[in-house]
Every structure is written in structure tokens, then in C-alpha cells.
């Protein structure tokens, strides 16, 4: 249904009001994780955790971008 497909889309990334990441801070989290720093330490710059930082090193959450 292209109504549920709208919403679904216009609450993805930094639109979603839970979100703690901005488009380019996942940018630069991939730049970091792909530069082998350190897990613990980006996340701890982020204030996010090491599960959630993997999944969007590995390209699993914030797929979109």
C-alpha cells in the first residue's frame, strides 16, 4: 500500500523521532569504522552502543544511506 510505504519512509534516519544520529554522523561512523578505530571508542563518542554502532558499520541500519 503506497500510504503505509510514505510513512514508513518519511520516519527513516534522522526524521525518526527517537533518533539520536544525524545523516552525517552515520556518514562519519562509517568513515571511522571502515578506518578501524575502535569500536567502544566511536560509540562513546556517539553515546550509542558497540551492537548498535556494527550494525550501521556493517551497513545493516541506516541502510538508506
Known amino acids: 500500500d503506497e500510504a503505509k510505504l510514505n510513512i514508513s519512509l518519511s520516519k527513516r ?10 545523516k552525517d554522523d552515520v ?10 578505530i575502535k569500536v567502544k571508542e566511536i560509540a562513546k563518542t556517539y553515546n550509542i552502543c558497540n551492537s548498535s554502532l556494527e550494525k550501521i558499520g556493517r551497513r545493516i541500519r541506516w541502510s538508506h544511506l
Open 13 to 22: 534516519g534522522d526524521n525518526h523521532p527517537s533518533s539520536k544520529l544525524s
Open 27 to 36: 556518514i562519519e561512523i562509517r568513515r571511522m569504522y571502515d578506518n578501524k
